[in-house]
């Protein structure tokens, strides 16, 4: 009994299956990992979901779910900014232009407090986009943890036509595929 209850705890740890494709918009907020000071309990980034690993990250088959014809957006921390350009060249898009989102309040972080995150609008073919006159600040609330504000999902609603999935979604979304572990947790 002892053994099947830790092999039902170890099956039920296993991520959900990615959905299949192809999608024309990708969203992801992928789960980056951060250096934790584990002896320190006031530490403020601590994480509520286990995190990944660049090269983890980069290893996911999502070039596989991508239209040829595709947008991704990939949400970074000023942490891995560096790391999130791999990411996507790993995924098999090329970046065009970051997205900031001011929040209305500061977060945590290390050497300064944070109050904004990052979204890399990169591109994979020649995909249609309703551009008008959207500029690279995009301003909404801070919610629960890693939550993305309403505001992003309508600006990509408004530019980009076409089936969408969100990677590490927290909601789902009507309209869109969805995968995360979290994803009924705040619906």
Not at 3 to 13: P, S
Not at 17 to 29: C, E, H, K, M, Y
Not at 34 to 55: C, F, G, I, N, Q
Not at 81 to 95: K, L
Request: glycine residues 6%.
């Amino acid at each position: 009994q002892a053994k099947v209850q830790v092999q039902a705890a170890a099956l039920n740890a296993e991520p959900p299956p990615l959905p299949t494709g192809p999608f024309r918009v990708i969203v992801a907020d992928p789960p980056w990992e951060y250096e934790k000071r584990a002896e320190d309990p006031t530490h403020r980034a601590s994480l509520p979901y286990p995190s990944m690993t660049v090269e983890e990250i980069k290893a996911l088959p999502v070039r596989n779910l991508a239209a040829d014809d595709a947008i991704l957006w990939l949400w970074t921390t000023n942490a891995h900014m560096r790391q999130a350009y791999d990411v996507v060249e790993a995924w098999g898009f090329e970046a065009k232009t970051i997205l900031t989102w001011v929040k209305d309040r500061m977060g945590t972080g290390d050497w300064l407090r944070g109050q904004t995150e990052h979204c890399i609008f990169a591109v994979r073919g020649k995909p249609v986009v309703t551009l008008t006159n959207q500029t690279t600040v995009l301003y909404g609330p801070l919610r629960e943890h890693s939550r993305k504000p309403e505001e992003f999902y309508a600006l990509v609603e408004s530019l980009c036509p076409g089936s969408k999935v969100e990677l590490f979604a927290r909601t789902p979304r009507r309209g869109w595929a969805a995968h995360g572990d979290e994803i009924n947790r705040f619906s």
